[in-house]
């Protein structure tokens, strides 16, 4: 039998090979990392106690008046004192010399480091901001450029970056200069995160992705979110804590030599010599018999995307009516689950409870739901997962509006809002893995990291407002949770219209996604023209079939 595809060959080198599996363990890395560096303003941007500074000839009470919060508690002003005029009349004002954070010793952030409190509070958000938006920007040019100069090359360059930004980040003491890094950072991070997702998924044939992307990849991502609690419950200055989340990528400098470029992409671009070197590799390591009739059809695959290879743009995936389609949907899914996701994350140390442990149960909770809900996504599939959870986490995020903090009787059960919070969590983070894998098996590999890319700019988009969302709790505390809910119930509804791709092959070149892609959703119409099939004619330059030109 002479395969068709690199999936398939990927499958004649066994399934769960130790040669692809040790690569992908190895790329793994990337997601811890990626939790890392996107969720550290969590602690690194923590606020800390703090009050206006006074002069010493007053006492603390006869210098901070005590308001009420808009939780309705009492408390020492944070941003307003006493001052007296001339006749000794006691009126309330502004901070005039600063703030104090009694717990400056203790606890170090960027807050107390720059001040950014009260009028200046809004530059606490912005440092999440600016690196979702040096995500978004990476995730466009980052993106084509791992699609058309390769993405071993892209992914290292990437790492290096987030390494040099890191450190630079750590020693550098000026606010407006750690916002550009943190720019840069998120500039590097759509390098490696989603370049490295890419070529976990083109490392493995369908029937793996599901253990080697949704199970794996998300079990990487909550230990790097419970890792970072533990960091940040040992280490309480941030500038230490920001060398201790980047030192150790350093490590990934034997990437060079230990990770291969990826086959899909070597293959697309009538690499043929250095795809076959790999194959031949990685049959060696598995202990399986390469025949040369695989290597064959293997070059007799090359010459067939060679005919229709060129330099492709973001613009390609708008081209054909049905791409445009799974790209828009597709795109405010990463839009909703990174807004809602990253929202909740920022939110987690304004729930009851101990912020360390409430951050780590963060993560840690989600390991045995992926588990769990990666047998679900391998029974009913992509879309239907996508559906459910997306509804089901806006239904738990409404709960957290309508929950009591006390019973009748004055018990607290505050508590109870934190679950709802965690579960409505869990059910965005199972979305968003989805999405994740969804995304990357309905672009052929021509356009693959540019869809990934364009999808991921969407995210970055959510990341960026997220902040500004949680700051509509000045109105009331329960506006941030109504618009995370109405965000994800109305991203689950788009998906019911969707196509499933559980079990299908990546595509290679357009016309192969545009056929298969219209298989999947024409079925019912696909079977009355068995008999026989015509020649497909041209659709935008794509070769399309009967189905895609009858819609």
């Avoid at 996107?38 to 800390?48: I, Q």
């Avoid at 839009?335 to 149960?361: D, E, H, M, R």
């Avoid at 559980?502 to 019912?524: F, H, I, N």
Wanted: hydrophobic share 45%; aromatic share 14%.
């Amino acid at each position: 039998m002479v395969v068709r595809n690199v999936d398939e060959m990927w499958m004649r080198l066994g399934p769960f090979g130790r040669y692809q599996w040790r690569i992908v363990v190895m790329l793994l890395v990337s997601q811890i990392f990626w939790a890392f560096h996107v969720l550290s303003s969590t602690f690194l941007a923590r606020a800390p106690p703090y009050h206006c500074s006074f002069l010493s000839n007053y006492t603390f009470n006869e210098s901070i008046p005590w308001v009420e919060d808009k939780n309705g508690n009492l408390g020492p002003s944070k941003c307003e004192m006493y001052v007296y005029n001339s006749s000794g009349e006691r009126l309330q004002a502004p901070c005039e010399s600063g703030w104090t954070y009694p717990d400056f010793n203790k606890h170090h952030s960027i807050i107390s480091e720059w001040n950014l409190v009260c009028q200046d509070a809004f530059r606490s958000g912005l440092t999440t901001s600016i690196m979702m938006a040096g995500i978004m920007v990476g995730s466009w040019k980052v993106s084509e450029a791992s699609d058309n100069f390769g993405r071993k090359l892209v992914y290292l360059s990437s790492t290096l970056l987030m390494f040099v930004v890191g450190i630079l980040m750590a020693v550098l003491t000026n606010y407006w200069v750690f916002i550009c890094l943190r720019f840069l950072m998120g500039v590097a991070m759509a390098g490696f995160g989603v370049t490295g997702y890419v070529m976990r998924t083109e490392q493995l044939p369908p029937n793996e992705r599901i253990y080697g992307l949704f199970v794996f990849g998300g079990m990487a991502w909550n230990l790097g979110i419970a890792i970072l609690a533990l960091l940040a419950f040992l280490i309480q200055d941030w500038r230490y804590l920001q060398l201790a989340l980047t030192l150790p990528a350093l490590f990934t400098v034997s990437y060079y030599w230990l990770v291969p470029e990826s086959v899909h992409w070597l293959v697309t671009h009538g690499r043929y010599e250095e795809a076959e070197a790999i194959f031949k590799k990685a049959a060696q390591v598995n202990g399986v018999t390469l025949e040369d009739e695989y290597l064959q059809a293997l070059q007799h695959e090359v010459s067939k995307v060679e005919t229709q290879r060129k330099k492709m743009t973001v613009f390609d995936i708008f081209k054909h009516p049905r791409l445009r389609v799974f790209t828009l949907v597709t795109g405010y899914c990463w839009f909703v689950c990174s807004a809602v996701y990253y929202g909740i994350a920022l939110i987690i140390g304004k729930l009851p409870g101990n912020p360390y442990l409430v951050f780590a149960l963060f993560g840690l909770t989600q390991i045995p739901i992926d588990l769990i809900a990666a047998v679900f996504v391998t029974r009913f599939g992509r879309r239907i997962m996508l559906c459910v959870n997306l509804v089901m986490g806006g239904v738990f995020l409404l709960g957290a509006v309508v929950l009591p903090t006390k019973t009748s009787s004055g018990v607290d059960i505050s508590w109870m809002i934190t679950v709802a919070a965690l579960l409505g969590k869990c059910c965005l983070a199972i979305s968003f893995n989805t999405v994740y894998l969804y995304t990357g098996e309905l672009y052929p590999t021509v356009v693959r990291n540019i869809g990934m890319g364009f999808t991921s700019i969407c995210a970055r988009v959510g990341g960026i407002i997220a902040p500004f969302i949680i700051y509509l709790d000045v109105v009331t505390k329960e506006v941030p949770f109504i618009v995370f809910s109405a965000l994800a119930i109305s991203c689950g509804l788009l998906f019911i219209a969707m196509p499933e791709t559980k079990g299908q092959p990546l595509g290679d070149t357009m016309a192969d996604v545009l056929e298969y892609r219209s298989r999947l959703r024409c079925r019912a119409t696909s079977a009355r023209h068995d008999s026989g099939v015509e020649e497909a004619p041209k659709v935008n330059g794509y070769t399309a079939t009967n189905h895609e030109t009858s819609l």
